[in-house]
């Protein structure tokens, strides 16, 4: 018997709930679910969604969740919860903060929603995909992060502010991690077919690459009080609805990697291919020299971080828990 | 503000296709179907029209009993023409479209007078330098169907052989809208990903083979010639007019000197807006590849020498 998907969204605030809105909006599944820690606050944006939904004439039905049983019979989990990134804080100062947060809701995940499909938007993005990857202990197709799509578009729209032209058909291309040291590639990137170096020079292109770099912080500065939320939403739904929808598109997202670009037991963007399954395929392209140092940066300062994780004991839990089944079959 | 009025003369499969591709998109205020079959505009705009009740908007679509009911249109698309039969040869179609261009364009010229014509009467990018020539306009205001349907019949063929990627492989199609055409494979990507990546030379040579008959091998199956991917690029030519949304689109586009010719109509990318081909993308061609737009603006010359030949501009 088929039936409407559904969709978990934990994180009520404004990322979270722009994400919700979207979805409901374009009714791109039957059942969302709002998970927060302030039930009232969930409960009152959901009522707000779902009568949005009827005014767009769409089915679909946004719910609160009273407790993380509410998650179960998900298609997709987007975990956004983590404490925001305040102007002057660095992403690695949100570490373990938001590490401890999103172990929480991914030990969640794995008893109510063992079938899910996890998209990770909290920050340090990268790593905060590996602890999800952890402690659901999902094959790494079910478990991506949200970074190369948003990282895309910001470039696509400076690339725009430069052109003139050209708005929604800008194809660019960023791997690496989501962070300072973020890999955009304009060899990769064209306008409808037209490569962007026939439109540009090289100078353009460098100021275009570093003001994507400094995309996120731009935004951070200008608002004082939070970071942004409706590019990332919109990039976030991109990947929930490619899931979907199982559209099989080639999307950048936060994987880990294994074997992949000469990388494993690491989490980084790079291009997938993403259908019902998740991140069904990986896909390796052929970089050149320096966008392979560039890569080889961005992965270790990631590894750096999860090396902090591993230092701090964070992933002791799940060792101890691998000890204890082993003990257990070796006794069996 | 504007009205917002698309008229289409010819509301064969192509035109009546782009039209309901138009409502059902509600990109538009108004479509007029013109046709000298008698009772065919009428018809399918009734059935259009109805149509519209589950369309996100309503668009009115209505059928001209004369020429001088499609007035004061934004875009005028023409699709008239007649396909080449038996006996006739190169020649004589030639002089046939032609001599219909010329008539359709005098009506246009006469009624809609500010409006964006997109020419999609074969041979097409002959077509489109006789609307040129006959009404004499800003050449930003004439354009041929081509890249955009070539485009997607690349692409189409990409995702066959790939499997995945439906939707979001960009493919660049350049030259005449014929056999000459030029589909440019180093400028593919799928999603972000160098189509190299995923296809082999010899695989990627066949899609180019197939991209060029893309054509006639829907004709081979159904007898006439394709009309949904038509329609479809013209709906999508026209959004990007209507809404002046500059996107990037290969069209037929009358060159004064971008890529070394002037005088001929031929597929180029360019930047469509609300004045119509707002810019001409030179990009840079290898010798290869400059060597078969020769070859493609010389088989478009050919045909315009055609019929310079037998006095058509006279």
Redesign the interface.
């Known amino acids: 018997m088929a039936k409407g998907k559904k969709v978990t969204v934990i994180g009520t605030g404004n990322f979270g709930s722009t994400v919700a809105f979207i979805l409901a909006m374009n009714g791109a599944c039957h059942n969302v679910v709002l998970r927060g820690r302030n039930y009232d606050v969930a409960k009152g944006k959901a009522l707000d969604m779902s009568q949005a939904a009827n005014a767009a004439r769409q089915h679909t039905i946004v719910k609160a969740a009273k407790g993380p049983e509410d998650m179960a019979d998900s298609d997709v989990v987007i975990i956004t919860a983590g404490a925001p990134r305040t102007p002057g804080m660095s992403r690695d100062d949100l570490l373990l903060k938001n590490a401890e947060i999103v172990k929480c809701y991914a030990k969640e995940i794995r008893e109510h929603a063992p079938d899910a499909i996890v998209v990770v938007v909290s920050n340090p993005l990268d790593v905060m995909t590996y602890v999800a990857l952890k402690y659901t202990g999902f094959p790494r197709e079910r478990v991506m992060g949200m970074a190369g799509i948003l990282d895309?578009a910001r470039m696509a729209h400076f690339i725009y502010e430069k052109l003139?032209?050209?708005?929604?058909?800008i194809?660019?291309?960023v791997m690496g991690g989501h962070g300072d040291t973020m890999v955009p590639?304009p060899k990769?990137?064209?306008?409808?077919?037209?490569?962007i170096e026939?439109?540009l020079d090289s100078e353009e292109i460098g100021e275009i690459v570093r003001k994507t770099r400094n995309g996120g912080a731009e935004i951070v500065n200008l608002l004082g009080n939070g970071s942004a939320y409706y590019a990332p939403a919109k990039s976030t739904t991109v990947m929930v609805e490619a899931i979907l929808k199982d559209?099989?598109?080639?999307?950048?997202c936060a994987i880990l990697l294994k074997n992949d670009y000469g990388y494993s037991d690491v989490v980084s963007g790079v291009?997938v291919?993403i259908?019902a399954g998740g991140a069904e395929?990986v896909?390796?392209?052929?970089l050149k020299p320096l966008q392979q140092k560039r890569f080889k940066n961005s992965v270790a300062s990631v590894q750096e971080m999860i090396d902090k994780l591993y230092d701090m004991d964070f992933f002791a839990e799940l060792e101890t828990e691998e000890k204890e089944e082993k003990q257990a079959d070796d006794q069996a | 503000m504007t009205k917002r009025k698309v008229g289409i003369i010819g509301a064969g499969a192509v035109g009546a296709t782009a039209a309901y591709s138009l409502s059902m998109m509600g990109t538009c205020g108004e479509i007029v179907l013109f046709d000298i079959a008698e009772g065919v505009a009428k018809g399918k705009a009734i059935d259009i029209g109805q149509s519209t009740h589950y369309a996100p908007n309503s668009t009115i679509i209505t059928a001209a009993e004369t020429p001088a009911d499609v007035r004061e249109c934004d875009i005028v698309v023409i699709t008239a023409g007649v396909p080449r039969k038996g006996d006739m040869t190169r020649e004589d179609l030639l002089m046939i479209n032609a001599k219909i261009m010329k008539s359709v364009v005098e009506d246009v010229m006469k009624y809609s007078p500010d409006a964006v014509i997109i020419c999609v009467s074969n041979p097409l990018d002959v077509m489109t330098y006789v609307i040129k020539q006959m009404t004499g306009w800003e050449r930003n205001r004439i354009i041929g169907l081509s890249g955009a349907l070539d485009g997607a019949r690349m692409a189409y063929q990409i995702y066959k052989k790939l499997g995945f990627g439906a939707g979001q492989i960009g493919t660049l199609v350049i030259g005449d809208h014929g056999q000459n055409m030029i589909p440019l494979p180093q400028e593919v990507q799928v999603g972000s990903v160098d189509v190299a990546e995923l296809l082999s030379k010899e695989e990627m040579e066949e899609i180019i083979e197939r991209t060029k008959h893309g054509g006639a091998e829907i004709v081979k199956h159904l007898g006439t010639s394709g009309y949904y991917a038509p329609g479809r690029a013209i709906a999508y030519m026209v959004e990007a007019i209507l809404n002046d949304s500059k996107v990037v689109v290969a069209c037929s586009a009358l060159l004064e000197g971008e890529y070394g010719y002037s005088n001929v109509a031929v597929g180029v990318p360019v930047v469509l807006g609300k004045n119509g081909m707002e810019q001409i993308i030179e990009i840079a061609l290898d010798d290869e590849t400059k060597a078969k737009f020769k070859t493609s603006v010389k088989s478009i010359q050919s045909g315009i020498e055609v019929l310079r030949n037998n006095q058509f501009f006279n």
């Open positions: 895309a003139e032209y050209g708005a929604g058909q194809r660019a291309t590639l990769f990137t064209t306008v409808a077919g037209v490569p026939d439109l559209t099989n598109q080639i999307h950048s291009p291919m259908g395929q896909i390796n392209m052929t």
